[in-house]
């Protein structure tokens, strides 16, 4: 097993606070279990209150200091940290794999997004600049500049536990802030070995800290005085609470949450394009993305032939585990979480939907252990049926079928999420017509996952985001900065 190298003999996840690495106080923890193999590949103890008061303490004190430093001295060791991981990228694939599920090709490409933010990030000496006018009023020029706030933390899923980070961390120290990252408890050893790279990048002690823990080391970040603001990244409950929590105890919050994307296919579509894109969009990572179009919903007049081709493509998907070649869909994270999702099956079988390809007997050669799932493809689904409505994380790919545009977008409209949808469509009438009237803050046209670039912010709406500045990109340049404005005169006489 490829392990981080500040990992102890005793298997304990370590945080780094201060440029140290510490053991976490808290007594309760869980495992950290390989999914494909069920062996355990660490302890994760949970940090008490007192260690998150400790590396607030400690990025408070190194905030002073680093925000007052030349902006091009700051993006240095990002600068740094962008050929570290770029090194190091097959080892910490390797690592996220094992703790994770996924595929390799899927671990690389998750590390590629992750590092487009850093490189992003290097750009904050120009995107951090602000408005300047002269003569604003009689002898009067005005200037409006942003500020750095102090310490901000990030609290993130497992199912991405390399990327997600990335979305916030280098944003953070670039504009100034100091920043302190608790990870998902689930997979947490990634973040470990990354944060290895970043104490050989330059940064001073105390300006990026990691502290690993659970719902109560959450909750103690949440009410820490010292702490400007939080971004927070998973389920639709938990980010509900955390907006609404850090709100109350008056911090900036962004807090993304859970989705149901559709993918909508229309008459005048390429059918192999799209048949291929929403097999990769529904299944890729196991189907535990929040981009994950997992219900799509098709023109009458070609749901047939489209039908035929996704089952055929969906058929031709391996099963297994991630570190092997051939492998297009990895384990799920947890034996609950299969569990979780063959329910939500049997569910659609109950509701009366038709299985054109059942994935619950899959079995993986060698790794008999592991929380697999083959893909499940669902026809004759209904816009109220539960796997229509709720999100599934797992394989599981629901086709229904619709007269024509309108009623498509009716049915995308009528859920409680936002977050992502594609339409797939040969007539620009169409294009625009889905553009003007989903309220869904990511949208693909032919194109199967509606994942932005770094340097375009990662949008959500309704059930899926509670905040108004999103991850990555220019908005994360106002999460992190205050503006001000100076009014000078200086008058002749
Ligand atoms: P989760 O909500 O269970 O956990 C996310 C983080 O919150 C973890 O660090 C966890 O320790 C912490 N947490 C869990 N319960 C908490 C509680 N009651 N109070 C305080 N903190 C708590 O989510 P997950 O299972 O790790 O991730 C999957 C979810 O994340 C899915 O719903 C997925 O759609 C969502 N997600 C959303 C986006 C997006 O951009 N909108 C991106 C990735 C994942």
């Known amino acids: 097993m490829v392990r981080p190298e500040s990992l102890p003999e005793t298997g304990t996840v370590q945080n780094y606070v201060g440029g140290n690495w510490q053991t976490p106080s808290g007594t309760d923890g869980q495992d950290v279990i390989n999914p494909a193999t069920s062996e355990k590949l660490a302890h994760v103890a949970f940090s008490s209150a007192d260690d998150v008061d400790g590396a607030v303490r400690t990025a408070t004190e190194a905030f002073e200091e680093w925000s007052g430093r030349p902006v091009e001295e700051r993006i240095q060791p990002l600068f740094e940290l962008k050929q570290l991981l770029e090194a190091h990228q097959d080892e910490l694939a390797e690592v996220l794999v094992q703790e994770h599920g996924k595929t390799r090709a899927e671990a690389k490409g998750e590390l590629r997004r992750g590092i487009e933010n850093v490189e992003v990030a290097c750009g904050i000496p120009t995107m951090m600049q602000s408005g300047t006018l002269l003569n604003a009023a009689p002898e009067i020029d005005e200037s409006a500049v942003r500020k750095p706030l102090g310490v901000f933390a990030a609290v993130t899923p497992f199912n991405f536990p390399a990327m997600i980070p990335l979305w916030f961390l280098p944003y953070a120290v670039a504009t100034g802030n100091s920043f302190i990252l608790k990870p998902s408890e689930q997979d947490p050893l990634v973040a470990q070995r990354i944060f290895e790279l970043i104490d050989q990048a330059g940064f001073p002690d105390g300006v990026l800290q ?21 971004s927070f990244v998973g389920s639709t409950p938990v980010a509900r609470e955390i907006y609404e929590t850090s709100a109350a105890n008056g911090k900036r919050v962004q807090a ?46 070609v749901y047939d032939e489209f039908v035929d081709k996704v089952v055929s493509e ?37 509701e009366g939907a038709e299985l054109l390809l059942d994935g619950r007997d899959v079995s993986v050669e060698g790794y008999e252990d592991g929380n697999f799932l083959g893909p499940t493809l669902f026809g004759g689904v209904d816009p109220d049926m539960t796997i229509a409505q709720e999100e599934v994380f797992g394989p599981v790919l629901g086709l229904l079928s619709v007269a024509d545009l309108d009623e498509a977008i009716e049915v995308l409209n009528r859920s409680d999420f936002g977050n992502a949808a594609s339409l797939f469509t040969g007539r620009g009438a169409d294009a625009r017509a889905f553009r003007h009237r989903t309220d869904i803050g990511n949208l693909g046209i032919n194109a199967g996952t509606a994942a932005p670039m770094a340097f375009f912010h990662f949008g959500g709406r309704k059930d899926s985001f509670f905040g108004d500045l999103h991850a990555q990109g220019e908005d994360m340049i106002h999460f992190y900065t205050d503006k001000t404005v100076y009014i000078e005169r200086w008058p002749n006489a």
């Open 256 to 301: 993304q949450g859970g989705a149901k994307n559709h993918i909508i296919v229309t008459e005048t579509a390429d059918l192999d394009h799209a048949a291929r894109k929403t097999v990769g969009s529904a299944f890729a990572c196991a189907g535990e993305r929040c981009l994950a179009n997992d219900v799509a919903v098709v023109e009458e007049s």
């Open 210 to 230: 990691l502290v690993n823990g659970g719902v109560d080391t959450v909750n103690a970040l949440l009410e820490h005085g010292g702490i400007e603001g939080i």
């Open 314 to 350: 969906a058929e031709a998907q391996v099963v297994g585990y991630g570190l092997e070649e051939e492998t297009d869909i990895g384990a799920l994270i947890t034996p609950e979480h299969e569990r979780r999702v063959r329910e939500y099956i049997e569910t659609a079988v109950d």
